[in-house]
């Protein structure tokens, strides 16, 4: 990939409330495409100093969800198909997705195991041993009615959500306590972005 800036931090290891806060900050910073854009055509110490200052840039004391959350986020109607939200989990190469209405309102969600789970016959789940059935039966199953069944039918109440001002040790420990990949952020009932244990690996602990 392209590199067009090099952070080298120097810090105890005993701060590394600093380190991450850091590291969150400039994570922040490069989703904002202007200015990612002014602050990579700094050349000397200077002029980076005053570009912090003109845009008011400061560490912050403590990590929230907005700083790590994904903004850009899929979501699915009640109304759509087994279908539809295959397609959608396929094209974005994901595997949760939050369920939302016309307004934009969070109004459940649903994941690739809830579809699967949709794909085993009843009186499976109340046997043993499964090995009369054929290796695809459940999945020909799934593929007769993807069709007819809609996302209503599979989808889950939002059991748990964030505020964009959920600190990261919170969230951490909603991810754990939870046993969650995937919490959706909202501000009222709409929803404006996802938080993933991706992010918190990719944008904190190695960001």
């Known amino acids: 990939m392209e590199v067009r800036i090099f952070v080298l931090i120097l810090t105890s290891k005993t701060v590394s409330n600093t380190y991450l806060n850091t590291l969150a900050t400039f994570m922040k910073l490069s989703r904002k495409k202007e200015l990612f854009g002014e602050w ?3 050349r000397e110490p200077e002029l980076m100093k005053k ?4 845009n008011d840039i400061r560490i912050k004391e403590v990590i929230t969800v907005e700083d790590i959350m994904s903004t850009d986020v899929v979501t699915v109607r009640q109304e759509s198909t087994i ?3 295959i397609d959608i989990f396929y094209k974005h190469n994901l595997g949760f997705l939050p369920v939302v209405n016309d307004e934009g309102n969070l109004i459940g969600e649903v994941n690739i195991m ?7 016959p009843d009186y499976a789940a109340q046997m043993a041993n499964l090995k009369f059935l054929s290796s695809f039966e459940p999945l020909e199953r799934l593929f007769r009615e993807e069709d007819e ?9 939002p059991t748990i ?5 959920e600190t990261l040790f919170a969230a951490t420990m909603d991810f754990i306590s939870n046993q969650r990949r995937h919490i959706p952020v909202v501000e009222g009932k709409k929803i404006v972005g996802i938080v993933t244990l991706k992010d918190i690996l990719q944008k904190v602990l190695r960001g």
């Open 40 to 42: 990579a055509s700094c």
């Open 51 to 54: 570009f912090f200052d003109d």
């Open 83 to 85: 279908r539809e939200l």
């Open 114 to 120: 809830a579809v699967l789970q949709k794909s085993i």
């Open 149 to 157: 069944v809609k996302v209503a039918e599979i989808m889950t109440p």
């Open 161 to 165: 959500v964030f505020t964009k001002e």
